[in-house]
């Protein structure tokens, strides 16, 4: 088991900036990519952002590229997702989610799942 905890999130206004982290438990944490996703109102589940368990690769999703960057720090446990000019649309609940030695876009390439942080950014 890793669980793992989103904090972070808020309310804020369309321009600004938040970051999220997802903190997890265990010392095989290194061993595990992490994905961000996210899931608006309405909406499925979304990718947005993943890193490889050692941190040499990150994928994104077209529509927060150049405006979010991923970042982890496995001394600390610890996955960031640091989110530039935020959009309306950038509203939903993120998750964080981590696969052992995977990564991607997909939903099915990770196994554990934290509870969400909502986010949400007005106009």
């Known amino acids: 088991q890793v669980p793992l905890v989103e904090s972070g999130g808020g309310l804020v206004q369309a321009g600004d900036s938040l970051r999220l982290s997802c903190a997890a438990s265990?010392?095989?944490?290194?061993?595990?990519?992490v994905g961000w996703f996210r899931q608006a109102p309405g909406k499925g589940r979304e990718f947005v952002a993943a890193?490889?368990?050692?941190?040499?690769?990150?994928y994104y999703a077209n529509s927060v590229k150049g405006r979010f960057t991923i970042s982890r720090d496995n001394a600390e446990n610890t996955v960031n997702l640091q989110m530039n000019s935020l959009k309306p649309e950038d509203t939903a609940v993120y998750y964080c989610?981590?696969?052992?030695?995977?990564?991607?876009?997909?939903?099915?390439?990770?196994?554990?799942w934290g509870q969400g942080t909502q986010v949400t950014v007005s106009s």
């Open positions: 989610a981590a696969g052992f030695r995977s990564m991607g876009r997909a939903a099915e390439r990770y196994d554990y």
């Open positions: 265990g010392r095989t944490f290194s061993t595990y990519g």
């Open positions: 890193v490889s368990w050692t941190g040499s690769t990150t």
